[in-house]
T-cell receptor, first 108, second 112 residues
């Protein structure tokens, strides 16, 4: 079955600490993975996609096909990173499967 | 925050009533999508449309209907057959099915 799992509903870290939001997927084909973010009172928006291999707002994510993971990382968390983060898997065509989301809270 | 708009922001439905949620985009995108968001469940795909006059069921289409008569518009009707309609509904669009999705601000549907 095609599935995206984000094991943490809530992740709380101190400002300046490293942060890692976990994402595991289940898909037998060639996956395309994304991280979307929703800041308070803003709409859901794309943060990054694995094929771009870029760093956005200091965040990076590497696709690990062996572990079927696409964890989102940032070495030094900032208060403005507090938001809801969704991992998403596009399985081909028009269908994208979203994880349940992880709320990141960065404490001062 | 233009581009893709949804209305109303809040919608109340009475038992047995059909209600329609509006989604409009001026991004000239071919593909449009409707998702339902419930607490702890992420986003689930209701319907999607690749081009005008064409749409496909997603994972949870039962109790919902859509139309795509214009490129800019993809309204979602929540019918009386949907027994648990209370949720947050998100509309999205993308240039094609292979491109990044852009989301609207959402409509919260509540049952009276």
């Amino acid at each position: 079955a095609q599935r995206v799992t984000q094991p943490e509903k809530l992740l709380s870290v101190f400002k300046g600490a490293p942060v890692e939001l976990k994402c595991n997927y289940s898909y037998s084909g060639s996956p395309e993975l994304f991280w979307y973010v929703q800041y308070s009172r803003q709409r859901l928006q794309l943060l990054l996609r694995h094929i771009s291999r870029e760093s956005i707002k200091g965040f990076t994510a590497d696709l690990n096909k062996g572990e079927t993971s696409f964890h989102l990382k940032k070495p030094f968390a900032q208060e403005e990173d507090s938001a809801m983060y969704y991992c998403a898997l596009r399985t081909g065509g028009f269908k994208t499967i979203f994880g349940a989301g992880t709320r990141l809270f960065v404490k001062a | 925050d233009g581009g893709i708009t949804q209305s109303p922001k809040y919608l109340f439905r009475k038992e047995g009533q059909n209600v329609t949620l509006s989604c409009e985009q001026n991004l000239n995108h071919d593909a449009m999508y409707w998702y339902r968001q419930d607490p702890g469940q992420g986003l689930r795909l209701i319907y999607y449309s690749q081009i005008v006059n064409d749409f496909q069921k997603g994972d949870i289409a039962e109790g919902y209907s859509v139309s795509r008569e214009k490129k800019e518009s993809f309204p979602l009707t929540v019918t009386s057959a949907q027994k648990n309609p209370t949720a947050f509904y998100l509309c999205a669009s993308s240039k094609t099915g292979q491109e990044t999705q852009y989301f609207g601000p959402g409509t919260r549907l509540l049952v009276l």
